[in-house]
């Protein structure tokens, strides 16, 4: 795969942005649409202003989008006399949020109008309940009694998935570090070293390319039948880092990140002796990666993409942990979890039930997913899978390094 580093985005991608976001406003009926980032995973402010200060834009029907800010360090700072960035917006302000979005609309006048949000009801990963605080919203209903508020986060979030052109090279960027992170991983991994090891490995080929990781940035998890997913436990829980050992799997999920485009790759590492049912259901997950390939189209639904994936798990008579499939920038778009697992966990967890997929959507060009099939019987679990975009006429792949299980020793 070819070495393409830090690109940068034109004024022209920005106007390309803004000009969908206005076409949105015009068919939901909008004077004005509030989109915060905060400290949200999906930060849409992100993709409207070009850079990120956990903050939100205030974007009117016509004239110059307001960015506010919790922090004055990040508005200071353009003035540093080594900053030549060329900014989006340049109206920026600081203080609390809340007040900020009152006063913002209420320069506009939109008193009385119909006013869009995004984040209410947002449906990505961490963020199933939304994003946007109690006391930062409420400020704003207690000040327009007779206004309407729209929420919009599933037709915002479509929009921001349909990648434009540049944004599919800031896509292949980020891929590229992945397969980056992928080989420190294969690297380093042998018996005797400690998940911290493997997780400064991939997260330090990631930061000296250039790039940053989106939370919950990486995970590691070892063991022979391990099901517990998610960052690193010794951060919170203090707990020594496990050491890896003889005829264990890795498992890992990297989350590299740049401009604002997320891509995954999940990481999949066995020490040898290799146990038979391990290559196993290596062949199930790539299965059903194939199955995906050849469903993703524009014009296919995300729900037939799911579908079409989770067959050859049914046939083989195994279960999923994490969804087979989902979207990257933004992750609206979330398969089912634990997929086939009632018979499994009836007895141990009688309180575990399956999450459906909730949001359908017609696939359009230049949308991105990360492949992520996982085959588990019992506890036993093999996940392979990288990022996959939607091309004018079939699915693209940007990733190769993490599509098997690779084997040490």
């Known amino acids: 795969m070819p070495e393409m580093r830090n690109p940068t985005l034109s004024l022209a991608e920005r106007d390309r942005r803004w000009g969908r976001v206005r076409a949105l406003m015009r068919e939901e009926g909008l004077a004005a649409l509030v989109i915060p980032g905060l400290r949200a995973r999906e930060s849409f402010e992100t993709w409207v ?3 990120s200060i956990q903050g939100a834009v205030v974007f009117p029907a016509d004239g110059e989008p307001i960015y506010l800010t919790w922090i004055a360090f990040r508005i200071v700072g353009r003035d540093d006399p080594q900053n030549d960035r060329e900014y989006w917006i340049r109206d920026i302000r600081s203080g609390l949020i809340g007040p900020g979005i009152v006063a913002a609309l209420q320069e506009l006048g939109v008193a009385g109008d119909t006013v869009g949000v995004v984040g209410l009801q947002s449906r990505g990963p961490l963020e199933l309940e939304g994003v946007l605080p109690y ?9 327009f009694p007779s206004t309407r508020f729209k929420e919009v986060s599933i037709p ?3 929009m921001m998935a349909q990648k434009g052109e540049e944004e599919m090279v800031l896509a292949r960027t980020s891929a590229s570090v992945g397969e980056t992170a992928c080989q420190a991983l294969l690297d380093a991994a042998r018996p005797g070293v400690s998940e911290a090891d493997l997780y400064a490995a991939a997260t330090g080929a990631v930061y000296r390319a250039g790039l940053t990781l989106t939370p919950p940035s990486l995970i ?3 063991g022979r039948d ?3 997913w998610g960052p690193p436990e010794w951060g919170a829980g203090a707990v020594a880092p496990r050491v890896i050992g003889k005829s264990e799997l890795i498992s890992t999920e990297i989350m590299p990140s740049y401009g604002g485009v997320e891509t995954q790759q999940q990481m999949m590492i066995a020490m040898g002796p290799v146990d038979p049912l391990w290559r196993e259901l290596e062949s199930v997950a790539r299965r059903s990666y194939d199955a995906g390939l050849d469903t993703l189209r524009p014009g296919a639904t995300f729900f037939q993409v799911c579908e079409a994936m989770a067959v050859p798990l049914r046939e083989a008579g195994c279960w999923h942990l994490s969804p087979l499939i989902h979207g990257v920038s ?9 997929g086939g697992a009632e018979q499994f966990f009836a007895e141990e967890y009688p309180w575990f039930q399956t999450v459906p997929a909730l949001i359908d959507a017609e696939l359009a060009e230049g949308m991105l997913f990360a492949f992520e099939p ?5 506890r036993t679990r093999v996940n392979i899978g990288g990022t996959v ?6 699915a693209i792949e940007l990733n190769q390094l993490p599509l098997r299980m690779h084997v040490v020793g």
Do not use: I, M
Not at 389 to 394: N, T
């Open 135 to 143: 006391t930062v919203w409420q400020a704003v209903l207690d000040a």
């Open 330 to 338: 933004p992750a609206y778009l979330l398969g089912t979890l634990h």
């Open 49 to 51: 202003s070009g850079e």
């Open 156 to 158: 915002f979030s479509y």
């Open 220 to 222: 590691v998890k070892s």
């Open 374 to 378: 996982n085959a588990c019987r019992g």
């Open 389 to 394: 975009a939607v091309g004018p006429s079939g």
């Open 226 to 228: 391990f099901l517990s």
